[in-house]
């Protein structure tokens, strides 16, 4: 019995050894590890710079609940400036910020930075909206009858003849009156759905959508700026009283710098809730396509429109003429990809040089711009601006008209539509123009019965060279899922293989050496890799940034993105220049 206590004993010692060797050897190993990786949120680059600033008065937006933003704020003592749907914008210096990026309740953190605001008969013309008014055959006429368009800009001047009963509602998210005193507003709302002036003057001058009505959402103040958090409230109060006044559309004619990836950027994701929510948002592009000097500039999309989930708007200069046959992009007009994402923007274009609408008699741009004055006063008057802001009135007057053709069109199929009937422009490509000048007159017959004659035709140039196949009008989907095609003009249902546009006289094969996603969203697809776009741009095998080079290898304005996509591997461009753009 007393060997067998021994070796129990003994037995014991060994086991409590054993335990008290492995657990120093894990204290040991512990030890030897690497600390717990600190969380940090994401952070936009204006919050980096004034985070490495020490910057003492930042305004910054975060996500979350009341309760969650107060407890947030309780925690850090931070200064609640405003409360939002999605969260709150805070006002806090370099120290609380870094506080805050620690803090594991927080994903990304955005700056709330200022955002800027970015027709004649013969402008009508050139996209066919007058012949989209009269009708013919079996296509209807379409004014814009039911539509509403959230406009969300500098004030609408209800009192111009132009806009008289087309204001539905008037908000002020500035704090001030809803009237418009830059004069930007006016002009864009007026290109949507102005009225044709009883002034001998003035009565050439009528809205894309004449029959369409406008909700007043002001955002910017008398200068044209205004803060992202004031844009992101107009939107996401447009979405929660979409049903109060049918709204089908919101007109974003306004941008700022991309500073982080779309899918951490608040305003952004305002955008997305709208277009989920049954909304079709359309965005001006930015007018930063060249620097100062005139050189041109790609990479240079702003934000919102750097969003897959809106239509962004390049501008044509028609120089004043029906025809296409001359048209050209604007020097001004921001050429994609989109900066961080990579994104193919702009999705479309539409007339923005020398736009004729409703001028805002006071305003700013009236007072500093006298010589962009064309005719009439007081309530009657027109000025004469230019810009990706003006583009995207024209589309968005031209998407009320698809709606009033078919309502029961989602976001993406209205947008599918206006560039499956845009014509393609090689000379500049998909970076400048994407799928083309918009055709509201295509866009129309396309969306009642499924197909473009061959013989449509705007100021008399036939708008395809070949009828779109299709037996259906249910096959929206269909298209979508085939974007390769809006570059062709010749499309069939289901196909695989699409002859594009001839550029200087090399035909470029789709289907073959492009492999598109399931849906329309750019990051959702892969691109070939032996695709050349004329002489100018060279498309890498994959979609990182650093198997890609943009621009032309035959010129010293060569602008080449490298292994990053840092703003030291961009150049960005300027709207200053002899075309004053807005």
Known sequence: MAFADSSRTRDRRSFAGGVATAIACALIVFAASPAAAAHNARLSADLTDHLSAGSQAIRVIVHGTRAEVDALAARYNLQIVKYLQSGAVFLVNAGQLDAMRQDDTQDH?????????SVSAADAESIGADQAWAGSGDVPSATGRGISVAVIDSGISAKHNALKGRVLVTRDFTGGDGDDHYGHGTHVAAIIAGQASRSAE???????????????????????????SDVIEAIDWTVEHRYDYNVRIINLSLGAPVLQ??????????????ARAGIVVVVSAG???????????????????????????????????PQRSDDTLAS???????????????????PGSHIRSAEAVDSYLSKTYPARHVSGNGPNAVMQLSGTSMAAGFVSGAAALVLDTRGSLTPRETRVALQLTSTFMPSVGLVGAGAGMINALAAVQLAATGEISASTSIAGEEIAASQIASTSTKHFDAWAMNTASIYSRRIADGGTGFTGPSMRGNTIMWGSSIIWGSSTYSDSIIWGSSIIWGSSIIWGSTVDADSIIWGSSSDGDSIMWGTSTQSESIIWGSSAGDDFAV
Do not use: Q
């Open 261 to 274: 990836p779309y899918r951490d950027d608040p305003l952004c994701e305002a955008v997305e809730r709208a």
């Open 332 to 350: 001004y007009s921001s050429k994609g990809p989109t900066r961080y994402d990579l994104i193919m923007k702009p999705d479309l274009v539409a």
């Open 202 to 228: 003035s009565r050439d001058y009528a809205g894309i959508a004449p029959s369409a009505y406008l909700l007043n959402l002001r955002v910017l103040g008398d200068d044209g700026s205004g803060n992202i």
């Open 109 to 117: 953190l955005s700056g709330d930075i200022r955002i800027k605001s």
């Open 287 to 321: 007018n930063y396509g060249r620097t100062e000097d005139g050189k041109s500039v790609y990479g240079a999309i702003t934000s919102p429109a750097n969003s897959p989930h809106v239509i962004a708007v390049g501008a044509v200069d028609t120089h004043d003429t």
